[in-house]
């Protein structure tokens, strides 16, 4: 179907501008959501589209020079915005120089006619391959925004070719931005895929950013950076099942750093918190990627090792075990030194077992190792393997 080329500019303007309206109106400055920077690329888009309206009926300079230009521009915005969601510097030139490389090739070039059609289609083509390589490098975890994003930017592409094709086979005044026909017809209208694609794009990475923070937030101990209580019990329930399921050992163990009272006592809240840190750095340290730690409360840490005998437990927390021991905390200049007792249960999950239970008896041989003396290690139903070092 042909269309009256103005009219679907008109169009497109149209919604580019009530896009640009909804998202300035919600986005806040110095809020780095990326909304703002997105309603701005949406204006530019949006004149851009009124101006190419005019061709035939104003100068040159305004109907063609000045509105590529502002495509470019709102290219360079929706660009920004990609990174101001996910929280990073704006890489100011490769995003905002294209605009300023746009508007002096179309100053240097207004008198010639296919060099300066050439010339704008190359610089957005270029704009969108980059935008597509930064929507791909800025996805966030699990999500789908940067498909949209990159969705918009090979129909701007596609539209862009459809013009370059016309000028370099000799048909660029078929693509007279006053003249009516199916190529243009085509060529204008991807312009409505485009805005809605890229500003949707942008508002849901927004979405998916906030959402993977708030995640994160939920699931992670702030002062450790461990999985918080939350998520290391969730993690004991699945492995529980997979080492039913496959038949295989886990051991679950509660780790309590000793006379953790005194050392708040002693040297503060802060220094508290310090060996925290440093407890849960050494332990990361030392433990497999298939391990599980966690933050369970307070001074207690939740440790899952799976597919590792009774022997290998005792070995590896034992091993964990003199590493914190022998290793102090440092906190401005003082060593603060700090152990730990821990209680492990190891075995093949039976049916009637669940997290409740294996914690139980974690827990029943943790009490065991601090009556025997502390920093040491019991496993439940076993003798304690490790004295004080
Ligand atoms: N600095 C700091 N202290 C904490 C934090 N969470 C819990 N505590 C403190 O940890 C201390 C735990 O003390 P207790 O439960 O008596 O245990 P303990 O002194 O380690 O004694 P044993 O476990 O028997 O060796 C309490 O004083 C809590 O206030 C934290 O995030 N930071």
Known sequence: MIAHTPTIFASVAWVALIMAFCLLVVGRFNQRDGLLTAGAGLLAHALAYVCFMYYGHAPMWLTYSVPNTLLAVALAFYSASIFRINQQAVPWLPVFGPPIILGLLMILLMDTSEPRRLAASGVLMVQCLLLILWAQNNQQPDG?????????????LIGILIRVIAIVTGLSDEMRYDISNLRQSISVSIGTVTVMMLSLGLVLLSKERIEGVLKHMALRDPLTDLPNRRAVMEQMDSEIERARRNGST???????????KNINDVYGHL???????????????????????????????????PETSREGAAIALDDLRAHVANTPTKFGDLNIPQHFSVGVWCGIPSTQDCGTTLLGKADTALYQAKHAGRNTLKLAEDITISALV
Request: contains cysteine.
């Open 144 to 156: 789908r925004a940067h498909l949209l994003l990159i969705g918009g930017a090979v129909a701007s």
């Open 250 to 260: 886990l051991a679950v163990a509660i780790i309590d750093i000793d006379h953790f």
């Open 271 to 305: 220094a508290g918190d310090a060996v925290l840190k440093h407890c849960a750095t050494l332990m990361k340290q030392r433990l497999r990627q298939s391990d599980g730690l966690g933050r369970y409360g307070g001074e207690e840490f939740l440790l899952l090792l």
